[in-house]
């Protein structure tokens, strides 16, 4: 229930992106893109023995990077579509939301303590996006050599 | 294609001012659709290097041509080296970019017929104009959509029953927002300051009123709606495929935008501490 939940707000909270993006249900892709979020987000609770959210965070855009290339080669539609309603639930929003707090609070330590984590945050779903990226343009180049198609 | 180069071998130089004339048009015909594809997925949120790539495979697929693209997310040029020597260069501007990540397949999918041979620049235009008159988001459907992020999304961050219907109510209010701001052609940060704000401010009501508990939740089941994902994206995603500047300029974007909205409710949340 720990992970149903959460991971079933962060479904319908997707689907609220997919309508306000216009991501339409055509190729199946208003269901699968906000399934790409609750796949991050369970990946992201199945990984809390690390107790270090920043790694949880990495984890879980590598897990919906690489969902969205699947999926966007099996349905012919830009890897983007996925990726970005499946980044949503990962993008920390609460981390931006209390640094400011306490920011205004004149809170100096906390301050700063939440604004590099949530800094870190950031930074690991970029490079975890970076990575999955770099690596399919990759296969992409190699799949195009094995083929004898050089340019 | 094929007849006209055995006119222009036959030697008769009338034909091949007309065939020289019929050229220009093409060459102009193409830049025309392939600027209006790129544009038109910029505008979509496509990433920068899928345009580059999309209007290059076009070109190539047209007139079996060379096209040098540069593109960054605020113009687009074109350029096309003629066989005869010389070239022709279009640039476009971009000004106002939104999210229709079902336009960005739609025009995916109709770069790909392009580049199998299907379609001709004429019915390549006509799919196109198809593509424009299509499919944009009506404003009951982004309605839902900020109501249905606001309300998930506070569940989400741990908020109860009456602060998720709470942040259903904001959520309105801040697609209000943005649809006003964007009719007065409102800088981005602009408008994420004033919603930042206003989102606050009506979280602390709800909660001095006694409708909610958590202003904290409310707060950031709502801001949900404008966080920058498509930018970070796509800024990635940009400068793994080698382009920096574009990527640099959508980073910025982000930051900026995640910068607007901390500001806004902070200012928001000083000015209610005051009262």
């Known amino acids: 229930m720990d992970i149903l939940f ?15 993006f216009n ?10 893109s906000s399934a790409g979020g609750a796949l991050g987000w369970c990946v992201y609770l199945l990984c809390g023995g690390m ?47 209390y640094t400011m707090e306490y920011c205004i609070n004149g809170d100096m330590m906390n301050f700063m303590d939440t604004g590099i984590h949530t800094f870190g945050i950031a930074g ?3 490079i975890g996006i970076l990575l999955v990226s770099g690596g399919v343009r990759l296969l992409n180049v190699v799949g195009r050599l094995r083929r004898g198609d050089v340019r | 294609m094929d007849c006209i180069f055995d006119e222009i071998a036959a030697g008769d130089e009338h034909r091949a001012g007309v065939w020289d004339g019929v050229f220009l048009l093409d060459c102009d015909a193409l830049l025309d659709i392939v600027c209006d594809i790129g544009c038109e997925l910029l505008e979509s949120g496509a990433e920068t290097y899928r345009v580059e790539e999309s209007v290059s495979r076009i070109v190539r697929a047209f007139g079996d041509m060379e096209a040098s693209v540069f593109a960054v997310p605020t113009c687009v040029i ?28 739609r025009l995916n999918d109709l770069c790909r017929r392009i580049c199998r041979g ?15 008159n299509q499919d944009v988001a009506t404003p009951r459907r982004r309605i839902a959509g900020f109501i249905l992020i606001a309300f998930a999304f506070t569940l989400f961050f741990g ?5 998720a219907l709470c942040a259903a ?29 206003v989102i606050m401010l009506l979280a602390v009501g709800a909660v001095s009123a006694g409708l909610a508990h958590n202003i904290d939740k409310i707060v950031i089941g709502t801001l949900m709606n404008l966080v920058p994902g498509v930018a970070l994206t796509n800024a990635m995603r940009d400068i793994m495929a080698g382009d920096y500047l574009a990527g640099q300029t959508r980073m910025t974007e982000a930051l900026l935008v995640a910068t607007a909205i901390a500001l806004g409710a902070g200012a928001a949340l000083m000015l209610t501490r005051l009262l």
């Open chain 2, 78 to 105: 074109v350029s096309i080296a003629r066989t005869g020597g010389g070239s022709e260069t279009k640039t476009r501007r971009i000004y106002a970019r939104g999210t229709n990540l079902d336009r960005v397949e």
């Open chain 1, 124 to 126: 690991a779903l970029s």
């Open chain 2, 159 to 163: 908020g109860g029953l009456p602060d």
């Open chain 2, 118 to 132: 299907e379609l001709d620049i004429e019915q390549a235009r006509g799919a196109l104009e198809e593509i424009r």
């Open chain 1, 51 to 97: 107790k270090n959210d920043i790694i949880q965070s990495f984890l879980a855009i590598i897990v919906v990077a690489v969902y969205s290339e699947i999926m966007a080669r099996l349905y012919k539609a830009p890897a983007t579509v996925y990726l970005v309603v499946g980044l949503i639930p990962l993008v920390p929003g609460g981390g931006i939301y």
């Open chain 1, 23 to 32: 991501i339409r249900p055509r190729k199946q892709m208003l269901l699968l």
């Open chain 2, 169 to 197: 109510v904001t959520g309105v209010a801040a697609f209000f927002i943005c649809l006003v701001m964007q009719r007065l052609e409102a800088n981005a940060v602009f408008v994420n300051i004033v919603a930042g704000g």
């Open chain 1, 6 to 20: 959460p991971c079933l707000y962060s479904f319908i909270g997707c689907i609220g992106y997919c309508l306000s």
